[in-house]
């Protein structure tokens, strides 16, 4: 099969959709001339009614897909930098997460919301390195991170399919993965994990990019002897319980690496449910390789201290492994 | 007169203007006796702002008022037992006792309507409806009312810049009444006049007398054709007063940020009295039909209310239905307790 890149993979599924749909459009910052490559060439073909640029006003965009889906349309929204999150907040969560349910579920709001450069990319700091989904799940929010070029094209096409808002979180550490894709389109359900790699000794549940530092430490493990499963959470909030507990199951012992801050991050909420409800599963203690609780920081030594790594997964994998 | 306003619809607006103050009236009451729960903000004062914009537009358009735009949810609704059995919490309700008071959503009966009382929230996507609405090519436009306070709120200007950029079909009606809470409009506006806001943005700003439900339509009527025309934005500011406190708990708080002669002053403008005074001291109707007006809305809030009271509770488990249009398994959470 062909190999295409990650970002690549997601413009396809888009511009797939807004063929399929005329109901689809797609709105941003610098959408038309597109500085990710998500919206690239849509303008010429779907013409500035449907692909259009927005003043730099977060909120207003926000709560303008909210009200473009209420009156039937389906947007795409498009977030050059995942800070932009905080901005609009009150629209994210206060409104598109609220309306439906004190409606008395009489509208639907079907609108998409994608981050296309989620975390830290490196050397820029505090303020557009964030991974904002924790926040925006503990809202109410769905939430989708696609770990490989595969994902992020059918995980898209089933967000833009869904009649409630879901956010499409994109790592910037993914964007130029490259991986096989089929041309024609086709959907990745929400709610459904995927073992990336299956193992019998222990699960690392990782999100992201981080299934693929995951898939490299499983790798380096397999050298020595312990048997690493790789599962790949996909698709946050809904979260395949079913597909943790399968896994838990087989291996009795899990790390979770994950690119949210590791307190009251996606993390936690992953191993409340694993000791809340796989307890007796577990032959050693859940561990948690998240980032730390400051901004991250500028200067490489310090940027590397704070940021969940292929090393520190490996040291954690270890401390439950016993050595190996 | 107007010339749109013949004698049916002259009465049909004073019916709405008596029905909206009864209403609101008879809800703090209830809200007093203990049948309605949490905070009430009613517009008592500020009806004619509603009842003259929402009598230039068509049914179909979409209407989006604040949290004390209950006046709003009279007019449009043709059956308030729905919108009592909301406030008492029955599943009878507009919104089957999930929105309450502050959120009534009458989606289905008359397009999009919404009471928000996140303030000011739901002018981005008011403004969002209008760009649906243009994007689809129809002649829908799209009406959001919101306070003095309110204006000041940063999405408010995202949306009056945005709305002119993409021109679009939406009036931004400002209902001012004076009063942020407590804080005075003079105080908390850096501009002269609340218009000249609007015409920052390169769109027009009116203001008229919002206690003159002849003056408000007159202005919403020619805003209408205008904005269905494809003029683009305009501006609405409708200069009005609210007689009763911010929300009901300050009868007990004993503020002093106005006094009772202000009150009584704005009182004499009073729309529900020097409405009618008019169609009576104009011919357009009698004494006798005004009073026939006030006793079938007098009899419609009874009936209202009984309705509301005879509804049922709904099923506890209900809370966590309606959350999400496409269902997962495991979502909404609850715990196991």
């Known amino acids: 099969m062909r190999e295409i890149r990650y970002l690549q993979a997601t413009a396809e599924a888009l511009n797939k959709e807004m063929e399929l749909d005329g109901n689809v459009i797609v709105f941003g910052e610098d959408v038309r001339e597109s500085l990710r490559g998500v919206t690239k060439g849509l303008v010429g073909i779907y013409g500035e009614n449907r692909v259009i640029d927005f003043p730099i006003s977060e909120q207003g965009m926000i709560g303008c897909g909210i009200g473009c889906a209420i009156s039937g349309l389906r947007p795409v929204i498009e977030f050059q930098i995942n800070e932009f999150t905080f901005f609009a907040f009150e629209q994210l969560v206060l409104q598109s997460q609220k309306l439906r349910f004190y409606s008395g579920g009489k509208i639907k709001i079907p609108m998409t919301f994608v981050v296309p450069g989620s975390g830290a990319r490196g050397g820029i700091s505090g303020q557009h390195s964030d991974n904002p989904y924790s926040f925006l799940i503990h809202g109410g929010m769905k939430v989708v991170i696609p770990s490989c070029a595969y994902d992020a094209k059918g995980l898209l096409v089933s967000a833009i399919r869904d009649d409630d808002p879901v956010a499409v979180f994109l790592p910037t550490r993914a964007l130029a993965d490259k991986g096989e894709v089929p041309e024609e389109q086709y959907a990745v359900p929400l709610g459904k994990a995927d073992i990336k790699r299956e193992g019998s000794d222990m699960t690392v549940v990782a999100t992201g990019h981080l299934v693929g530092v995951a898939l490299s430490a499983a790798k380096k493990f397999e050298e020595e002897g312990v048997s690493v499963e790789v599962f790949d959470v996909r698709s946050l909030r809904p979260f395949d319980k079913e597909a943790l507990e399968k896994s838990i199951t087989k291996t009795g012992r899990v790390v979770i690496i994950d690119d949210s801050p590791i307190t009251c991050g996606f993390s936690n909420f992953v191993s409340a449910i694993i000791v809340e409800e796989f307890f007796s599963c577990l032959k050693a203690p859940v561990k948690i390789v998240a980032r730390a609780d400051v901004p991250v920081p500028f200067s490489q030594p310090l940027e590397d201290y704070v940021l969940p790594s292929e090393e520190k997964l490996i040291n954690a994998i270890k401390q439950i492994t016993g050595g190996a | ?337």
């Open chain 2, 1 to 337: 007169m107007h010339k749109d306003l013949d004698k049916k619809k002259c009465m049909d607006m004073f019916r709405q203007l008596y029905l909206t103050r009864r209403y609101s009236e008879t809800v703090v009451e209830l809200g007093d006796k203990g049948f309605i729960r949490g905070p009430l903000h009613p517009g008592i004062g500020m009806e004619a702002v509603c009842v003259g914009v929402l009598n230039a537009t068509n049914d179909d358009d979409y209407i989006g008022v604040s949290h004390r735009g209950q006046a709003a949810s009279v007019v449009r609704n043709s059956d308030i037992g729905l919108l009592f059995a909301e406030q008492f919490g029955k599943k009878q309700g507009c919104n089957h006792g999930k929105g309450g008071t502050m959120h009534f959503n009458l989606f289905n009966e008359k397009r999009f309507f919404e009471l928000d009382s996140e303030v000011a929230g739901k002018v981005p996507i008011f403004t969002g409806v209008a760009l649906g609405c243009k994007i689809k090519g129809l002649k829908q436009i799209s009406v959001v009312f919101y306070g003095d306070g309110a204006m000041s709120e940063g999405w408010v200007h995202e949306s009056m810049n945005l709305a002119k950029t993409l021109e679009l079909p939406i009036i931004f009606v400002v209902e001012n009444n004076q009063y942020a809470v407590t804080t005075k409009v003079e105080y908390s506006c850096s501009a002269k006049h609340l218009s000249d806001r609007a015409k920052a943005y390169g769109f027009e700003g009116i203001e008229v007398d919002g206690m003159d439900v002849e003056k408000i339509y007159e202005a919403a009527k020619d805003s209408v054709l205008k904005v269905r025309s494809g003029s683009g934005p305009i501006n609405i500011v409708a200069n009005s007063y609210r007689f009763c406190g911010h929300f009901t708990a300050e009868r007990i708080l004993n503020l002093k940020y106005r006094s009772n002669e202000e009150i009584e002053e704005w009182q004499k403008r009073d729309p529900v009295s020097t409405w009618p005074d008019r169609l009576v001291r104009e011919k357009i109707c009698t004494s006798q039909e005004i009073e026939a007006i006030k006793a079938a809305a007098e009899q419609e809030l009874v009936l209202a209310v009984e309705f509301a009271k005879a509804g049922d509770l709904p099923e506890p488990q209900d809370g966590l239905k309606d959350m999400y249009a496409t269902e997962y398994a495991g979502i909404p959470r609850k715990g196991w307790f």
